[in-house]
Every structure is written in structure tokens, then in C-alpha cells.
Nanobody
């Protein structure tokens, strides 16, 4: 079973940047398509971006396209989310998981965008 630990969240002003990391356990990580998801207060969890095992294909939600970049380092068992030009509506708890998502979720990392 893959365990996932997200980090890198924080409070940032609109227009700022953050880089999220997700460290995964186990040797199977490199075979999985991975995704970043987020859940804003009062809303359902949504897919933000996903990346195939070889990094050949990346897809983004329309709301973050051109601002966020997903990447991974299979040697480090880590997937990243670079977030630029952050907006208040990006405020949420961010999670990583396989794509499609497995039932078990990590604790997530809180991102707050506010002046």
C-alpha cells in the first residue's frame, strides 16, 4: 500500500507562488499516474492536475491551466505541484493521490491565498 505525505502549503498573497511536494512510500510509485486534488471549504474535492508514470502526459483543470505545473521525480518517489499567480479561489486543502484516486488519502496540506 502506498502512503502519501503532502507538504509545502502555507499562507501567500494573491499573485504569489508555492511549491507543494508529495512523498510516497513503496517501490510501486513509479508505475502510477499521480494526481493533485484540492478541497475548498464547503466544496467537493476536485482534481487539479495529473501526470502519467513517465511524465509524458500532464493534464490540468481549466481553472489552473497556465498557472500550475505538475512534475515528478520517480527516483525520489515524489510528485510536485508548482503553483504560480495564486488567486484567493485557490485556497483549499491540497492532496495527492493516484489517478484515478485510491480510497486512502493523506492529511493534505493547507494553502491559503489572502492579502
Amino acid at each position: 500500500q502506498v502512503q502519501l505525505v503532502e507538504s509545502g502549503g502555507g499562507l501567500v498573497q494573491p499573485g504569489g507562488s508555492l511549491r507543494l511536494s508529495c512523498a510516497a512510500s513503496g517501490s510501486a510509485f513509479r508505475f502510477y499516474t499521480m494526481g493533485w486534488y484540492r478541497q475548498a471549504p464547503g466544496k467537493e474535492r476536485e482534481l487539479v492536475a495529473h501526470i502519467t508514470s513517465s511524465s509524458a502526459t500532464k493534464n490540468y483543470a481549466e481553472s489552473v491551466k497556465g498557472r500550475f505545473t505538475i512534475s515528478r521525480d520517480n527516483a525520489k518517489n515524489t510528485v510536485y505541484l508548482q503553483m504560480n499567480s495564486l488567486k484567493p479561489e485557490d485556497t483549499a486543502v491540497y492532496y495527492c493521490n493516484m489517478y484515478p484516486a485510491f480510497p486512502s488519502w493523506g492529511q493534505g496540506t493547507q494553502v491559503a491565498v489572502s492579502s
